[in-house]
C-alpha cells in the first residue's frame, strides 16, 4: 500500500457573483478522504459567501458528527479554477481541500512529489 502523506498548498477564494471579493488561504491540507473542501467562517463571510445548505452533517475522522453551512465559492490553485461548495469551518476544524474540488480543478495528488499535478484530459461519454 503506498501512504500518500500530507502536505499543504496555497489557494485563493472567490465570490461567485462578485469576483473583487477575494481571499487567500496560505495553507490547506490537501485531503483526497474529504469530499468538500473546508474554509474559515470568517472569511466567507467576509467574502459575502451565502450559506446555501444549513445543518449538514459531517462525520469526522474520530467518528463524531457535526453539522455545518455550505455554500459556492470559486476556488482557484495555480492556474486552475473551478467552483464549488465550500463548507463554513468553524474553530478547531482543519482547513482542507478536498476530493470534489481537487477533481473539478483537473488536478490529481502525485504522492512521490506531494504536489498536485494536471490529471490529464476529462472524460467524456
Request: charged share 25%; proline share 4%; net charge positive.
Amino acid at each position: 500500500m503506498l501512504f500518500m502523506g500530507t502536505f499543504h498548498i496555497k489557494c485563493k477564494v472567490e465570490n461567485v457573483s462578485n469576483r473583487k471579493k477575494w481571499a487567500s488561504i496560505p495553507k490547506m491540507l490537501v485531503d483526497t478522504g474529504s469530499e468538500y473542501t473546508w474554509v474559515p467562517t470568517l472569511i466567507l463571510d467576509k467574502l459575502d459567501i451565502t450559506r446555501e445548505k444549513k445543518d449538514l452533517v459531517f462525520v469526522m475522522a474520530n467518528r463524531q458528527t457535526i453539522t455545518r453551512s455550505v455554500g459556492f465559492a470559486i476556488l482557484r490553485f495555480d492556474n486552475f479554477f473551478t467552483v464549488d461548495e465550500v463548507v463554513f469551518a468553524e474553530k478547531g476544524d482543519l482547513l482542507l481541500l478536498g476530493a470534489r474540488t481537487l477533481e473539478g480543478l483537473s488536478l490529481m495528488v502525485d504522492p512521490r512529489q506531494k504536489k498536485l499535478v494536471a490529471s490529464g484530459p476529462i472524460p467524456a461519454a
